[in-house]
């Protein structure tokens, strides 16, 4: 089953501007993480934020995590054409056997 | 520190066969995760393995199966394949299994699996 719901499914920006992604959830967890993927390979691990922590920031990544609302967001500032991939949240919880939940992906295309 | 490896990169198997599938976590690292990223379903869970002992199993049938070896390295196989089952398999690997507080999880590129 898939707890974390992203939106939105598919972004197209211009270099140079901001994006951000959004993804929901529907239980407590421990932790969230947001991966990047490029065209069908690999997953590659961006940040992890911890359930008592409400924001954090890696290079020109940005992530926020509301618990009361069930909902993370991933803002990457000043995007360049490298940034074009499929981003993912997951969640891990006590209620999730210890296994990581994906949403379905935010499609990114940025454009030069 | 080399990353998660797995091989093969590539696969090509017809219905009825049998595959193995291989990953080498990151050095120091004992829990090895697989998963199974289809367009209609996404990425869904398929075992865990920490210290040689299946930690916990996701919603696949039996002809799903894997196993750790002391050495951390993990294998999965999947018997009587259908077309189904073509898929991009991911392994990933942490240095603990994610509880309590969880732990980063690191991915390999994948095994893209096509059944015909």
């Known amino acids: 089953s898939q707890q974390g719901e992203e939106d939105p499914q598919a972004l197209s920006i211009q270099e140079g501007e901001n994006a951000t992604m959004n993804c929901s959830y529907k239980t407590s967890i421990n932790n969230l993480q947001w991966y990047r993927q490029n065209s069908g390979r690999g997953l590659v691990h961006l940040i992890l934020?911890?359930?008592?922590?409400r924001e954090k920031h890696s290079g020109r990544l940005r992530v926020t995590l509301d618990t009361s609302k069930k909902s993370s967001s991933l803002l990457i500032t000043a995007s360049r054409a490298a940034d074009t991939a499929s981003y993912f949240c997951?969640?891990?919880?006590?209620?999730?056997?210890?296994?990581?939940?994906f949403g379905q992906g935010t499609e990114l295309s940025v454009k030069p | 520190k080399a990353g998660v490896t797995q091989t093969p990169r590539y696969l090509i198997k017809t219905r009825g066969q049998q595959v193995t599938l291989s990953c080498s976590p990151i050095s120091g690292h004992r829990s090895v995760s697989w998963y199974q990223q289809t367009p209609g379903q996404g990425l869904q869970f398929l075992f865990e393995y920490f210290s040689e002992t299946q930690r916990n199993k996701g919603n696949f049938p039996g002809r799903f199966s894997g196993r750790q070896f002391s050495n951390s390295r993990s294998e999965m196989n999947v018997s009587t394949l259908e077309l189904g089952d073509s898929a991009l398999y991911l392994c990933a690997s942490s240095l603990r299994p994610n509880r309590p507080s969880g732990t980063e999880a690191f991915f390999g590129q994948g095994t893209r699996l096509t059944v015909v």
């Open positions: 934020i911890r359930s008592n922590e």
């Open positions: 997951a969640t891990d919880g006590d209620n999730q056997g210890g296994k990581l939940i």
